[in-house]
């Protein structure tokens, strides 16, 4: 097969375009990683919660239940959500145009059909209204062609945050996806506390921010519903001072007063000319926006993660 061009591997996708699908999708999404948090002990700020890119759409990895293990996968190449248990035992549920509602039911039915009940909180957190899962018959919108190019959009992303990750040997979170705000972030660390977040996210406990921001650090990620074509994001917390006024690249790039972030259009990214090189200047500036001004021991945290190339190469 012919390799795909640049614009291929970014593709485009108005937020406009698929606002009923990206609705939907994203409750889904709350339902399976609700499961998982329901399942899986506590890890650093939450991570045990969270939903990684695959090759094929969305999974909560292994999860345990009692003495087994099972993952839920989303499939936006074959439109298909995948629940697979350690049994050998699996369902399969169509992703397709039908509510919230008709969705929760179904995946809490093969759950208990594969001996893996599951009690969540089923009502959807960071966002306003919080409508009942099993009461949501409003959100009942699939695109399949828009949701295949929502997850070459996490691919692109992942990939290219995962490269940025690589260069941090500090405390550093996976690149993963967090199902609140729908979107896929990656949280470098100083190694020093931060003080009490005040919360305030609609439908979330102040005590669950409190947990997430307990640790100084420098945030980034993707989120989908930002901006024309969705927009990647980065912040410090707490952000030291002359934070907002640090120069970040690319010139797309800029601050936001509204979110108390860095912004860079998902379409500038698109657009460029290497967008690899782009997005990498952006994470890369704004990290360095927390690190330098917050005095972060960067000899400590950094490396370059080639360190060993040289030695591989050898007989």
């Not at 002359?242 to 790039?253: I, L, S």
């Not at 936001?256 to 782009?278: G, H, I």
Request: proline share 7%; charged share 25%; hydrophobic share 40%.
């Amino acid at each position: 097969m012919a390799e795909p061009t640049r614009l291929d591997s970014w593709p485009s996708l108005r937020v406009d375009d698929w606002t009923p699908t990206r609705e939907t999708l994203h409750m889904w999404t709350q339902i399976i990683g609700k499961i998982r948090l329901a399942n899986a002990p506590l890890v650093n700020h939450w991570w045990q919660v969270t939903l990684y890119v695959t090759p094929r759409g969305l999974t909560t990895s292994a999860v345990p239940h009692g003495g087994r293990t099972f993952d839920i996968e989303f499939d936006f190449i074959d439109h298909e959500l995948r629940i697979r248990s350690s049994s050998g035992e699996s369902r399969s549920i169509q992703l397709k145009a039908h509510s919230v509602a008709d969705f929760y039911s179904r995946v809490m039915a093969a759950l208990d059909e594969l001996g893996l009940h599951t009690e969540i909180q089923s009502r959807p957190n960071e966002v306003e209204p919080a409508i009942p899962f099993a009461e949501d018959v409003e959100r009942a919108s699939y695109d399949p062609a828009a949701a295949n190019l929502f997850w070459r959009q996490l691919l692109q992303a992942n990939r290219v945050i995962g490269q940025f990750r690589s260069r941090f040997v500090g405390k550093v979170s996976p690149v993963h996806f967090f199902w609140g705000a729908m979107d896929l972030a990656c949280t470098r660390f100083s190694g020093r506390t931060a003080p009490t977040h005040p919360g305030g996210s609609p439908n979330v406990g102040d005590w669950v921010m409190v947990e997430g921001y307990s640790r100084e650090l420098s945030s980034c990620g993707f989120w989908p519903g930002g901006g024309d074509e969705g927009a990647f994001y980065a912040y410090a917390y707490p952000a030291p001072e002359g934070f907002a006024d640090y120069p970040v690249g690319p010139a797309e790039a800029f601050y936001s007063q509204e979110y108390r972030q860095f912004l860079l259009p998902y379409e500038a990214v698109r657009q460029a000319a290497d967008p690899d090189r782009a997005l990498t200047e952006f994470l890369q500036g704004t990290y360095e926006a927390a690190a330098v001004l917050g005095n972060w021991d960067r000899a400590a945290l950094e490396d370059d993660p080639e360190r060993w190339k040289a030695r591989q190469s050898r007989p």
